[in-house]
């Protein structure tokens, strides 16, 4: 793919942070590269970070600067007040309820109002459109500028109608609609691609879609030399072995219980839990809060985090999904960073099973994991055995991949 006009179509783009945002950048500075010109469509008001991609920003800076806002505030419990703590929850108890109930497709629906108004104002004449989920709000915009390019190519992250915890809306009102809707985009679109195989066999098998439309483009994360050099020279035999989680919980898709029963409670006094989650997750640790071998922090910057990561922690955790087709898109990150990264794995088919043997630096734990083999597997990294294969890592986990595997795919139509 290269000399092409592009638009990609995401409703969360830069400034904001996300898996979905940091993914597409590096793939948009990669297509850029290839000497494509590419516009973003998004519903992200713009700053100075953005300043050097070409934005299409459609929406209403007001209303996002306050919803974001009280997120921000929503978030930061050291700073709230008991009674600001009670009226922010309230507040967002109401939003969910009102877009849970009636939003369709999702809580970014009136985005789709905005892009149909100021259509006539987006050019006509793109080689590809892409659009990117979450939320699938993106998706029905693309389909709404169908014909202002040539092809439509889709990116999906969670599944949409086939997502059965957590769904992104009223599955009694909109479960239909849902899978019409979804099914429809996919006959329109040039090729799809998904996270994981798993997740691109579901939605084959469930609608029928040809094979040949259908790409793998793996979570993906950039290689930073200079944190893998960090990551190397960490004193990983200092005590105590401080294990990290940066990341949120989310019922019916993540949780801790499952490793803290099994693994968390019975390390030794040598193990110290540094988790960053957000205050809605703080009430699965009821029991740990007061737990001095369990630190509960903010979550805090995605620059911060990777400092934090890289020179004060000993080992990153990740706990996985309690479904085949979502794929935590945090432990390529982890992996990607040089440091001993710990998989917990709900299922016996976690897709991270596959990856294991690919990079010594990921070990996949399950409830039968003991200290023992924790510790075995720091020592390789104590006695600095450990070299990371940056190569292996750049075939699974680039933006540059899914391009190749996208341009291979487009070439054998």
Known sequence: ???????????????????????????????IHRDNQVTILTGSPPDESVNEYEILYFGNKNI??????????????DQNSSLKKLIYNLLKKVYRFLFKSFAWPDYAMFWAFTIYKNKHRIPRDYDYIFSVSLPFTSHLCASILNKHATDWIMDIGDPF?????????????????????????????????????????????????????????HPISKIDYD??????????????????YFGIFTEGIRLPNNYLNSIGKNLSQDFHHNWFIND???????????NKNHKFNNIIPRNEAIELMVNEMHILLSIGNMNVYQLPSKVIEYIGLGKPVLHFAELSDDPMYKFENLFSNLKVISQKTDEKEIQAFLDIFKLQKYNFDIENFEYNFSSKKIIENLNSSLHNK
Do not use: C
């Not at 997502?163 to 849902?178: A, G, M, T, W």
């Open 227 to 244: 944190k893998i050099s960090e990551s190397q020279k960490y004193n990983y035999s200092s005590l105590p072995i401080n294990i990290g």
């Open 64 to 77: 996002s600067s306050t919803i974001s806002s009280i997120r921000k505030d929503a978030n930061n419990s």
């Open 161 to 217: 109608s086939l997502k059965k915890d957590s769904p992104e809306n009223n599955k009694f009102f909109y479960s239909f609609i849902n899978t019409q809707f979804e099914k429809k985009y996919y006959s329109k679109s040039k090729r799809i691609i998904f996270t994981h195989n798993e997740s691109l066999l579901l939605h084959r098998d469930k609608f029928n879609l040809d094979p040949n439309k259908l790409i793998v483009g």
């Open 1 to 31: 793919m290269q000399n092409k006009k592009i638009l990609i179509v995401t409703h969360q783009f830069l400034p904001h942070v996300s898996p979905r945002t940091t993914r597409w950048k590096m793939i948009v500075d990669d297509l």
């Open 280 to 290: 809605e997750s703080r009430k699965y640790f009821s029991s740990y809060l007061d």
